[in-house]
């Protein structure tokens, strides 16, 4: 029915859940809430929003490479944002791991996120 995607190029899960999910035809994978983590030291990133912003969409990224897809598939993204005046510069990472058309996306404030992060993205992705 479903197929587990895992890479030591995102950030393991932080609980019983997958990095990624391949539907049973192969054709759709959904990638879980990824936050600033560094797969590497397992820590945050540093710095402002922007590179926590980069380093979540890379980890989608990897994720969607052990998948055999690439950000070129993404159809659905979403953004939860613990400060909703980050938006505009979350935003501006976008823009660099997507093309148009660019895929549908959420955008929410929200009251907390793991770990007190400040960000956490997912992605929706069609082969």
Same mark, same amino acid.
């Given at each position: 029915m479903k197929t587990a995607i895992? $890479?030591? &190029?995102?950030p393991a899960a932080l609980g019983p859940y997958s990095q990624g999910i391949v539907s049973e035809q192969g054709k759709t994978v959904?990638?879980?809430?990824?936050?600033?983590?560094?797969?590497? $030291?397992? &820590?945050?990133v540093e710095g402002c929003i922007r590179c926590q912003a980069r380093q979540s969409l890379t980890n989608i990224s990897n994720i969607l490479k052990e998948a055999?897809?690439?950000?070129?598939?993404?159809?659905k993204v979403t953004v939860l944002l613990k400060d909703i005046n980050d938006f505009a510069a979350v935003n501006e990472v976008y823009a660099d791991f997507f093309k148009a058309p660019f895929p549908a996306r959420s955008a929410f404030a929200v009251a907390a996120l793991p770990k007190n992060a400040n960000l956490e993205i997912e992605a929706i992705a069609v082969g």
């Open positions: 895992s $890479t030591n &190029n995102a959904y990638v879980s809430g990824q936050l600033a983590i560094d797969p590497e $030291t397992g &820590n945050f055999g897809m690439t950000m070129d598939n993404v159809v």
